[in-house]
């Protein structure tokens, strides 16, 4: 439908403007006399010599006079006479209404050439019908003004006449060039029982009054007659302030009249107001309306007989209204049961929207939306199943669901089906129909029938490039549901905004993550690199004094006894010793060597450094606790460095060992099912790990330990060796409270791991 200012609509209105020149005119002689009514220094002899001046219209005068109730007509012979007695304003509206009566009835020749009656008729509006409400108006507006003379002492009742019978002449004129168009208006505007003018705006882009205000202007009719035809029908408040307002009120009133009584046929499918609401609006005496309206019918066949028309009696003018009154309340009976059972639906909507919208109080997801959809329209139409189609966030696959007729999610899946959302709507529009490829893909993801999908309507909830949802449905959508499709679109528009919202914190989240990870990294290679600086000088300068000082101990233990001299002995080589450890640990802590990969066969290095470390211990009469090595599935042979992995997994187990408390120690070797990742982990039953502790264990020189049993360095030296065989190490609270954790987990163990680590690195880089 064309907006108010759409440039196309304006050019419309100016083409039918334009064709308003064509129409045929009445006589020269008769639009003489139009222009004369408003023209109070007029002579009778004017007058008269102007209908002298055509033999027709001086006939036409000298018949009508004859017919007139005064009595006068056979003694009246002259044109002079007839002015005279009759007066030359009843004159002047008696030779207008039939020249009047005879323009409103003509066609154009073009309308009639090959036409038959029943073609004619079947496209234009009812001249005749029209004709009669015009001249009901007349005869109303002029009775208003003779019964309220005291506000109208300045109006002569025979101009109220040719204003009221000239105030419809815009309906004339647009059945002349557009009989189609307006016969339409008239239909539409009778079915829905409204204004006429509002409906040929609607289907026209003009209404009857502009263009009859145009015509007007063309005949040169008088300023009182062009702004009654435009003006008129409208409330006074929206009238402009005009030297002609009364006049506008008078014939607005009378077509108020004519309407309510049925006179005629206007077109009009308002309701007519009732004399009391005329009254007021107008300020005239509603028992003085009423009187008018009582008489109008005689007045109306009265004066059809005067005019020399078919002079149809009251009584059956009475009972054709009354036919038309009938037809009328058929029609207003059918708009009520229409407009009840739209409210019927407006509240069936209603109701299921307001239970639509207290299942989404929380924040639903997009398939959630479209679960609530599917019961809501459940609600309001037999129940049906229907098919969701959801795409969220860029992804390739759509999400598919189907939901059978009692609201339940009977099946869901996700297929690609060569849907493209942003294709979902074209020009601002949303599809009607899905391409017949995409259906079958449809149909088969969900194991339906082909037939059974082609059948669905698709409804368009929301689409975009980076997303989309559709409902199929066999629901018989119409305006009423209005509200509750666009209730449906913004519920789904802001579930999956909300989802693509969501996500995009969580990437954010997740980089913001990576790149605290990448700093702590970053700044942990630049200590490791001053720590490697630092622990290479003390190497240096430090191993060669502990290397004399170990040696020296030595030969003097050997040159004792047994005694409190050989023991301090001891404790020195033991102190160098110790000494020598930590500036080793720190220096493959800051600078650890290049691994060597190569095949290793873990269920065999394990149960050796197990052996290796019970030896040890024993060695020096430290007690020993059982270990338990547990293996779950075939272990393929492993891509390690094996001496440094077996350095990294016996450091685990000698803190598993030395543990407060613990008893029994595990040592579990598996494989991921979901990601083939390698894990190695070592349990201890102990006391446990506080969390002071737990957050400090594998920062060098730290430890929980009484001082002198071991460098601080041993979980360092772990993760650093993890790090280099790109894993990753933890260190766990065990279950209860009771005993720990340490895990190993490597991505990279197998051969082929190792080709697309290198593959992925190489593209990176």
Same mark, same amino acid.
């Given at each position: ?482 509200? #509750?499709? =666009? /209730? ?6 802001? +579930?999956?905004?909300?989802? *693509? &919202?969501?996500? !995009?914190? @969580? ?28 622990? #290479?000088? =003390? /190497? ?6 502990? +290397?004399?000082?170990?040696? *020296? &101990?030595?030969? !003097?233990? @050997? ?30 802590? =800051? ?7 190569? +095949? ?166």
């Amino acid at each position: 439908m064309p907006t108010v200012n759409d440039p196309t609509r304006a050019k419309r209105i100016e083409l039918i403007l334009r064709e308003v020149d064509t129409i045929p005119t009445p006589s020269p002689i008769a639009l003489k006399l139009l222009s004369l009514a408003s023209d109070d220094g007029a002579e009778v002899s004017e007058v008269v010599s102007l209908i002298e001046s055509d033999p027709g219209m001086t006939a036409r005068l000298l018949g009508l006079c004859r017919r007139s109730v005064t009595g006068l007509g056979s003694s009246v012979t002259t044109v002079n006479r007839a002015v005279v007695m009759l007066g030359m304003d009843a004159v002047r509206a008696m030779l207008l209404s039939v020249d009047i009566h005879e323009f409103m009835l003509a066609r154009r020749d073009e309308e009639l050439d090959g036409a038959t009656d029943d073609a004619q008729d079947e496209v234009h509006i009812d001249r005749m019908g029209l004709w009669r409400h015009a001249l009901a108006v007349a005869c109303a507006s002029e009775r208003i003004v003779q019964t309220h003379a005291e506000r109208f002492s300045d109006v002569k009742p025979d101009e109220a006449f040719v204003c009221g019978l000239l105030h419809d002449i815009g309906k004339i004129a647009l059945d002349l060039m557009l009989p189609r168009s307006s016969w339409k208006a008239v239909q539409l505007a009778q079915r829905r029982g409204e204004s006429l003018a509002s409906i040929e705006k609607l289907l026209i882009g003009i209404d009857h009054t502009l263009v009859g205000k145009r015509l007007a202007e063309r005949w040169n009719l008088p300023e009182l007659i062009r702004d009654v035809i435009w003006l008129h029908g409208r409330l006074p408040r929206a009238i402009p302030d005009l030297p002609h307002k009364r006049m506008i009120g008078v014939v607005s009133a009378a077509d108020e009249i004519a309407r309510m009584m049925h006179v005629g046929v206007s077109g009009n499918g308002a309701m007519p107001m009732s004399l009391a609401r005329i009254a007021l609006t107008w300020g005239f005496e509603a028992e003085k309306l009423e009187q008018i309206a009582v008489s109008l019918h005689t007045r109306v066949s009265v004066r059809s007989g005067q005019l020399g028309m078919d002079q149809t009696p009251p009584t059956e003018l009475l009972v054709q209204s009354l036919g038309v009154a009938n037809r009328t309340l058929v029609q207003l009976n059918d708009r009520h049961r229409k407009r009840t059972q739209r409210q019927l639906q407006l509240e069936t909507t209603l109701k299921s929207l307001q239970g639509f919208s207290a299942a989404l109080m929380e924040s639903p997801t997009p398939m959630d939306v479209m679960h609530r959809i599917a019961e809501s329209g459940r609600a309001m139409f037999d129940g049906e199943r229907v098919v969701g189609l959801l795409r969220v966030d860029d992804a390739t696959a759509w999400s598919l669901a189907l939901i059978d007729e009692d609201g339940r999610i009977r099946r869901t899946t996700h297929a690609a089906i060569g849907l493209d959302s942003a294709a979902l709507h074209t020009d601002g529009r949303a599809v009607e129909e899905l391409p017949g490829d995409v259906l079958r893909r449809i149909a088969d993801a969900l194991s339906l029938e082909d037939s059974d999908v082609k059948k669905l309507s698709p409804m368009v909830l929301h689409s975009n490039e980076h997303s989309g949802a559709v409902m199929l449905h066999a629901w018989r959508l119409d305006r009423e549901r209005g509200a #509750a499709i =666009a /209730a449906w679109r913004a519920a789904m528009s802001a +579930a999956l905004e909300r989802e *693509r &919202a969501d996500r !995009l914190f @969580e990437d954010v989240t997740e980089m913001n993550r990576e790149i605290v990870a990448a700093q702590a990294r970053a700044s942990e290679i630049e200590s490791y690199a001053r720590l490697g600086e630092l622990s #290479a000088g =003390a /190497a240096h300068e430090m191993n060669n004094p502990l +290397a004399v000082i170990s040696a *020296r &101990a030595q030969l !003097l233990r @050997e040159s004792m006894q047994p005694g409190p001299h050989r023991d301090a002995a001891d404790t020195i080589v033991s102190s160098a010793k110790r000494l020598s450890d930590l500036v080793a640990g720190l220096h493959f802590v =800051a600078s650890p060597p290049a691994i060597k990969r190569k +095949a290793v066969d873990l269920t065999d290095l394990l149960p050796r450094m197990i052996r290796k470390v019970r030896q040890a211990r024993s060695e020096v009469g430290l007690e020993t606790i059982p270990v338990r090595l547990m293996v779950r599935g075939p272990l393929p042979p492993a891509y390690l460095d094996g001496a440094l992995f077996s350095v990294a997994v016996e450091e685990l187990v000698l803190n598993a060992m030395e543990a407060p408390e613990s008893h029994h120690v595990e040592l579990h070797v598996q494989t991921d099912e979901e990601d083939d990742r390698l894990m190695v982990s070592v349990q201890d039953d102990g006391r446990g790990i506080p969390p002071e502790v737990l957050a400090h264990a594998v920062d060098p020189f730290f430890s929980s330990k009484d001082a002198g049993r071991r460098t601080g360095m041993g979980l360092a030296k772990v993760r650093r060796i993890v790090e280099l065989h790109g894993g990753r190490f933890q260190l766990l609270p065990g279950a209860d409270g009771r005993g720990a954790e340490a895990r190993i987990t490597l991505d990279a163990w197998r051969p082929e791991h190792l080709k697309q680590s290198t593959t992925t690195a190489s593209a990176a880089a």
